[in-house]
């Protein structure tokens, strides 16, 4: 059962303002990312990197909210239809997600793209390292679940579930300014989209996504560090 947008009437022309301020701010985000460059290495030691983060994403945060107009049933931040049926669909999603990775990682070897990730362990500089792992792994996957599972998924759906889902998926990838993994984080993208899709809950995608995220810092400083 589909859940609606507070007490008054779906206004059609208002949601399509909403869907348009939407596009303009996903559009600005992949601008950006595809001009600003390359995360600096071991930015992740610095405590710019934290403070830019929690700023920039803040801002984005505020432009959402109002894009939804202070809604969170747009945002789909709510309770699962149902934990069970969530807690199934991030277990197969994670290994799928996973599986994909390794595949296309050993057939195209995209390195450390983005930058994000340290080439080793400095132990001097661990404060910092968790304030940035704070960051990249909790604040950063609410706003850009509620920024594409949320809000975007809600304002895409009319069109569509699975467009919905293809369209978000895409989107989330090209805001992350990569070439070589932007097929990864496209289908991860389209994942937690279909997720959001099954549960109606943008929660269980913020799991997933914070997840990804830890095991990703914690494996470069363990595993290939």
């Not at 931040?77 to 994909?100: E, K, M």
Request: hydrophobic fraction near 55%; aromatic fraction near 12%.
């Amino acid at each position: 059962m589909k859940r609606r947008f507070g007490t008054a009437p779906a206004n059609g022309t208002a949601e399509a303002t909403r869907l348009a301020w939407w596009l303009v701010l996903v559009g600005v985000m992949i601008l950006l990312a595809y001009s600003g460059g390359k995360q600096p290495k071991n930015a992740i030691y610095h405590w710019s990197l934290a403070i830019g983060g929690l700023i920039q994403d803040a801002i984005v945060l505020l432009l959402v909210l109002a894009i939804a107009g202070f809604a969170t049933e747009r945002l789909a931040l709510r309770r699962p239809v149902s934990w069970w049926l969530a807690a199934r669909l991030v277990a197969a999603a994670v290994v799928g997600i996973y599986i994909f990775e390794g595949v296309y990682s050993a057939i195209v070897h995209p390195g450390n793209e983005q930058g994000l990730t340290p080439s080793h362990w400095e132990p001097h500089h661990w404060v910092a390292y968790v304030a940035n792992a704070v960051v990249i792994c909790t604040w950063v996957p609410f706003v850009e679940e509620l920024t594409f599972r949320g809000i975007g998924y809600t304002l895409l759906e009319p069109f569509g579930r699975w467009p919905a889902i293809v369209i978000v998926g895409i989107v989330f990838g090209l805001a992350h300014g990569l070439v070589l993994d932007f097929p990864i984080l496209a289908v991860f993208g389209m994942t937690l989209a279909w997720i959001r899709s099954r549960v109606d809950s943008v929660v269980p995608g913020m799991v997933v996504h914070g997840l990804f995220n830890l095991v990703a810092l914690v494996a470069a400083v363990t595993i290939h560090g």
